[in-house]
C-alpha cells in the first residue's frame, strides 16, 4: 500500500475550526509533544494546535514508542494552560478520548471504543492513542501548561503495521481513505476536544466514556510498575479511575497503569 496523499494544510484545517486557533504544521520532526513543550517555555497561547506529518520518535505511556513515521497518521498536540490541579490531569486525557471517538464516527459509519486510559478501539484493534504531559508551578500548586498529543492511524501504512503490531493495530480505514479525511478529522478532534474542555470540571464526558468502554465487565490484567492485579473491570468512577473487583471479591481502584483484556474461550 503507498503512502496516500492527503490535502492537508492550515488553510484547509482552518475553514473547519468553530474557534480561532494558531497552527503550526511540520513535515518530519521527533515528536509534536517535543515540539509544543518548547513552544509552552516560551509563552505560547492554549489553544495552539503543532501538527507532524511525519514523526521519528514518536512517544506512547510508559516510555513506549508510538508508530509514526507515515504520512497515513495524523499526529498533533494541543497546548493547554488549564486552571486545575496535577492530579486532575487525566480528564483531559479522557475528554481527548472522548472527542476522538466523537469525531471518528461524526465522519465515518465506523464504530469506536475507549480502552482505559487513553486509547482508540475499532473491531478489538488500537487506531489511535493519547499522551497528555504537564508541568506544574511549584507556588499555587497547578499546572504550568498541559499538552495533549493525539496520534490516530488512518489507515495501514505503505507496507502494512510491522509484524509486533499488525494482530493488534489498525486504521480508521482498512485500506483507502478519502483524500479530505486528514484535515476533517484534525479539525472535528479540535472542535469537540474544546466542547468539552470549556467545562472540564464539569465531567459530561464522562457518560460516553463509560458507555464506550471496552474493558468493562471484562476480565483484565492491571499492570501498575512491577505489580499485577486481575480481576474483571466493573466500572470507571467521576475521577476516571478504573475499578477492578478480583477474584476474592477485592475492590481496587486504579488511577493509573495499563489494562490489558485477558483472552478468554469465551472471548
Request: hydrophobic share 35%.
Amino acid at each position: 500500500m503507498e503512502e496516500k496523499e492527503f490535502i492537508f494544510d492550515e488553510l484547509s484545517i482552518k475553514k473547519e475550526l468553530n474557534r480561532s486557533h494558531k497552527i503550526y504544521i511540520y513535515n518530519k520532526e521527533g515528536s509534536s509533544n517535543n515540539i509544543a513543550k518548547e513552544l509552552c517555555l516560551k509563552g505560547e497561547k492554549e489553544g495552539s494546535v503543532v501538527i507532524v506529518k511525519s514523526q521519528t520518535n514518536g512517544k506512547g505511556r510508559m516510555g513506549r514508542s508510538f508508530l509514526s513515521s507515515s504520512e497515513n497518521g495524523l499526529y498533533m498536540s494541543i497546548i493547554l494552560r488549564p486552571q486545575i490541579n496535577a492530579e486532575e490531569c487525566v480528564s483531559i486525557t479522557v475528554a481527548g478520548a472522548v472527542a476522538v471517538l466523537e469525531s471518528i464516527e461524526e465522519l465515518t459509519d465506523k464504530k469506536a471504543e475507549i480502552k482505559w486510559v487513553n486509547d482508540i478501539y475499532i473491531n478489538d484493534k488500537k487506531c489511535c492513542g493519547i499522551l497528555t504531559e504537564s508541568a506544574m508551578d511549584i507556588n499555587s500548586g497547578k499546572l504550568q501548561y498541559a499538552i495533549i498529543g493525539i496520534g490516530v492511524n488512518l489507515c495501514p501504512p505503505s507496507g502494512g503495521f510491522d509484524k509486533e503490531i499488525e494482530d493488534i493495530a489498525c486504521g480508521v480505514y482498512e485500506n483507502d481513505c478519502p483524500k479530505d479525511f486528514k484535515y476533517k478529522l484534525c479539525a472535528k478532534i479540535i472542535n469537540n476536544f474544546f466542547k468539552h474542555y470549556e467545562v472540564l470540571q464539569e465531567k459530561n464526558y464522562l457518560k460516553l466514556y463509560r458507555e464506550r468502554s471496552c474493558i468493562i465487565g471484562k476480565i483484565v490484567d492491571v499492570y501498575v510498575g512491577n505489580e499485577i492485579v486481575s480481576g474483571t473491570a466493573i466500572d470507571i468512577d467521576d475521577n476516571a479511575n478504573l475499578i477492578v473487583e478480583d477474584s476474592f471479591g477485592k475492590i481496587h481502584t486504579f488511577n493509573s497503569g495499563e489494562a490489558r483484556v485477558r483472552k478468554t474461550k469465551k472471548q
